[in-house]
C-alpha cells in the first residue's frame, strides 16, 4: 500500500532489496579477511545498514555517528558538530562509511576530514543513492546503489520532518505535503 | 580537525548567497565572495564588455559556485554568460545553482522560513515550482 504522501514509488521495496544483496555480496568479496569496520551515519542509514551487514557473511564490526545538520542548528552562525562519537578507535582499520543519500556531500566531506585525522588503513564509500545534481563537495563514490534525479525521497531510512523513515520502499515525497507548511 | 573558515563578511547581492554562506561556514568548507572576474567578451579595440564573476569560490575544492534565484530572464543571460565563460576558460569549473536547487536545499534543511521571507521580499510565487 503506498503512502499517501508518495507522489511516486522510485524504487520499490524489491528491487532496494536487491541491490542491497548485491552491494553486500561485493563488499563481502572485496573485504574477506579485512574485518572492516563500517561506519554509519544516524538517522538515515540505519535500516540500509542493518541490510547491508546481513548480506556480508564476513567477520565485520559497525559503528555509528550521528552530527549536527544545518537545519537543526538554533544558532544562526553556528557550525557542524559531532553528536555522537565513534565508540571504537578505528586507528589502522579497514573503513566503510555506510550512507543513505548522497546529496551536496558537504556532511560527507565534512566526516571523511574528520575520519581520516582517526588513522584508519582506509576509507570507502557505500551509499544506497548518489544523488548529484546538486553535489558541492566532490565525493568519490566505492559502492552506489542507485543513482537519482533530483527529487525529494523519502522511506527505507530517509525522512521528511522525522516522518516517512519506516517505508519499505523509496518514494518521492508529494511537494504538497512541506509546500504546505510554507506561505507563498 | 581544523576548518579553513572565511572570516570576513562580505556585502551580499541576495539572501540566499548570505544563507548559503552560512551553511558553508557550519559544514567547514572555505569560500571567497566574487573573487574573480572573468572577461568574456571583447569590443574590435580589445575592450572588455562583458564580464563574469561567479558567487563564490572553493579554494579547497577548486569550483566556483554560481546563485541564479532572481527572474527567468536573467537565468537566460546567466546560462548565456556561463557557455562563454566554459568556452573560454575550460579549466575553470563552475556550478550553476538554479532556484530550484536553492528551494531543495532549504526544504532539505527545514529552512522554509527563510524561503517565505525571500518569497515575500521578491513577490515571487509559491515555495515549490516543481
Redesign the interface.
Known amino acids: 500500500m503506498i503512502h499517501a504522501d508518495v507522489e511516486e514509488v522510485l524504487l520499490s521495496g524489491d528491487e532496494v532489496q536487491a541491490r542491497v544483496a548485491e552491494l553486500g555480496a561485493q563488499l563481502a568479496a572485496d573485504y574477506d579477511g579485512r574485518d572492516p569496520v563500517l561506519v554509519s551515519v544516524l538517522k538515515g542509514s540505519i535500516i540500509f545498514l542493518a541490510d547491508l551487514v546481513r548480506a556480508m557473511p564476513i567477520p565485520l564490526s559497525i559503528d555509528l555517528m550521528e552530527v549536527s545538520s544545518y537545519g537543526s542548528s538554533t544558532e544562526s552562525s553556528g557550525q557542524v558538530r559531532i553528536l555522537k562519537d565513534l565508540s571504537t578507535p578505528i586507528e589502522g582499520r579497514e573503513v566503510i562509511v555506510v550512507e543513505d543519500i548522497i546529496d551536496t556531500g558537504l556532511t560527507l566531506n565534512y566526516l571523511l576530514r574528520y575520519l581520516h585525522d582517526k588513522g584508519p588503513a582506509s576509507i570507502r564509500i557505500c551509499c544506497l543513492l548518489d544523488k548529484p545534481a546538486r553535489r558541492l563537495a566532490p565525493i568519490e563514490i566505492d559502492y552506489r546503489g542507485f543513482t537519482i534525479a533530483d527529487r525529494f525521497v523519502i522511506g527505507y531510512g530517509l525522512d521528511y520532518a522525522e516522518r516517512y523513515r519506516n517505508l519499505p520502499y523509496i518514494g518521492v515525497l508529494r511537494p504538497s505535503v512541506y509546500s504546505a507548511v510554507a506561505p507563498d | 580537525?581544523e576548518?579553513t573558515l572565511t572570516t570576513s563578511s562580505p556585502r551580499f547581492a541576495h539572501q540566499s548567497e548570505a544563507e548559503l554562506a552560512?551553511?558553508?561556514?557550519?559544514?567547514?568548507?572555505a569560500w571567497r565572495y566574487e573573487p574573480d572576474l572573468f572577461p568574456i567578451s571583447w569590443n574590435a579595440d580589445g575592450m572588455v564588455v562583458e564580464s563574469f564573476a561567479p558567487d563564490f569560490y572553493?579554494p579547497e575544492?577548486g569550483?566556483y559556485?554560481e546563485l541564479t534565484t532572481l527572474k527567468q530572464t536573467l537565468v537566460r543571460k546567466k546560462n548565456r554568460k556561463l557557455r562563454w565563460l566554459r568556452q573560454l576558460y575550460p579549466e575553470v569549473r563552475v556550478?550553476l545553482?538554479y532556484a530550484?536547487?536553492f528551494r531543495?536545499?532549504m526544504?532539505?534543511?527545514?529552512?522554509?522560513?527563510f524561503?517565505?521571507d525571500v518569497?515575500?521580499m521578491n513577490g515571487n510565487?509559491?515555495?515549490?515550482g516543481?
Open positions: 580537525m576548518a552560512r551553511i558553508l561556514d557550519f559544514y567547514g568548507v572553493l575544492i569550483i559556485l556550478k545553482f530550484r536547487d531543495a536545499l526544504v532539505k534543511y527545514g529552512r522554509l522560513d524561503l517565505a518569497a515575500a510565487g509559491p515555495l515549490n516543481r
